[in-house]
DNA sequence: TTCCAGGGGTAGA
DNA sequence: TCTACCCATGGA
């Protein structure tokens, strides 16, 4: 599979003046962006040498904007975008990239735990996320018993089909909302990604979304337990243990482990010998809430530093 | 041809 | 709660 992994169009047409968001202290730009590999899942275009990313959006007024950030002067973002409100691309960024989200003290616990100082060093925590929980949820089940090249390509399929082109490059899209998916009689939506068994799930969550059966919003009620928020995750079909662990990390919940094929590589290669997903699930016990978020940023061995599963393109 | 990949759903014990 | 089996897809 092969697209352009950023583009960088006529800014003397488009260009409008940056928007400079001030980080928080302990926000990396670099490791949010590779925090795992959903920088590498369309509509995102990352831009590596630079350490940048640009994303093609659909806004809430139905105008498709490609909107950019890179690193600034004194550890501000700058961000530009060919439409909307300031504060509408403000918001998203602040949501892909969870910078309204404290890690105070899970660097203070990281700090204070032997083998983990480098992840509050580094200033890991937070993980690149897309603007709605509905990407998330579809793209989380697309990872799911399939290779990583399938995952893209998946993906791809799936907005370059549905997704609303972007004026000044139709052939960029953004990603599709519920409603452009429901849209499509399952059958068609099934021939078009290749998504396999996945279809249904994926075409089924877009249909209740867009009829209003399924509100996805709700889950970012912060006084929801992450035990109710789980089980409100584990009653979508196509969403299992895995599923509902990762996308806890994106709303912020790092205390459940989405135990996939490479966290029972590591811990196994720690252990020296096979283990289950029960084992790997209890050599993160003793990490209590922010279990999660040190698996996602164990600093394992073999791998030198780093992020849990950051696949490389 | 067979296996399996950043698992999930289901039936049966 | 645990295990076994199946699930579409496509690359190795």
Redesign the pocket.
Known sequence: MSFEPWYTPDMSLERRPAITITTPTDFSLFETLHS???R?LLPFYPNDSTNSIARIQRLGSGTVVRISVAEGPASNLMVEADGGTPDEVEGIIRRILQLDRSLSDFHEYCSATPGLARISLARQGRMLCSPTLFEDCLK??L?????????K?MVKRLVDAYGSPWPTDPTLKAFPTPEQIAAVPVDDF??TV????????LHGLAVDVAEGRTDLDALRDPSLTSDDVLKRL?A?????????A?LLLYLGRGDRV???????TLVGQELGRKV?D?EVVAFFEPHGKWRGLVYSFYPWKERGAGA????AA
């Open positions: 795992h590999g959903w590498h989380v089940i990872t799911t018993n399939t290779t990583w090249a399938q995952t390509g099934a021939a290749r998504a396999g068994y996945r279809a249904q799930s584990l979508l079909r196509g969403i299992g243990p895995y599923g509902a990762c989405n135990v996939d094929s490479w966290a029972r289950t029960k849990t599963a950051d696949v």
